[in-house]
């Protein structure tokens, strides 16, 4: 059974920075051929994609409103994945969540099968 863990959220000023991490474990998939993605969720608002990266880290994907402010990397030998969130607004504020899947990257929450727990960001104006 695979797990995913995030860690990293907290309470940031608008303009600040935040990394959050997701850890992977368990059996069953190999992390260095597991697609990752970001996705986050506000109060009342359905699930949006935030940031997607490919098993070998070659590929990475975000949504519009966090392009160039956002920058997903993983590690396969620590079996992590990371967000680094900065210029961050009030708008960012949702529960974030790593998601991953054993095939192509992709930036469609439901093209994935394992979920983390989440971990709340909030960002003050």
């Known amino acids: 059974q695979v797990q995913l863990v995030e860690s990293g959220g907290g309470l940031v000023q608008a303009g600040g920075s935040l990394r959050l991490s997701c850890a992977v474990s368990?059996?069953?998939?190999?992390?260095?051929?597991?697609?990752m993605g970001w996705f986050r969720q506000a109060p009342g608002k359905e699930r949006e994609f935030v940031a997607a990266?490919?098993?070998?880290?070659?590929?990475?994907y975000y949504g519009d409103s966090v392009k160039g402010r956002f920058t997903i990397s993983r590690d396969n030998d620590k079996n992590t994945v990371y967000l680094q969130m900065n210029s961050l607004k009030p708008e960012d504020t949702a529960v974030y969540y790593c998601?991953?899947?054993?095939?192509?990257?992709?930036?469609?929450?439901?093209?994935?099968?394992?979920w983390g727990q989440g971990t709340q960001v909030t960002v003050s104006s």
């Open positions: 990266i490919s098993a070998s880290g070659g590929a990475t």
């Open positions: 368990g059996s069953g998939r190999t992390f260095s051929s597991t697609a």
């Open positions: 998601a991953a899947r054993q095939s192509r990257v992709a930036s469609t929450a439901t093209r994935y099968d394992v």
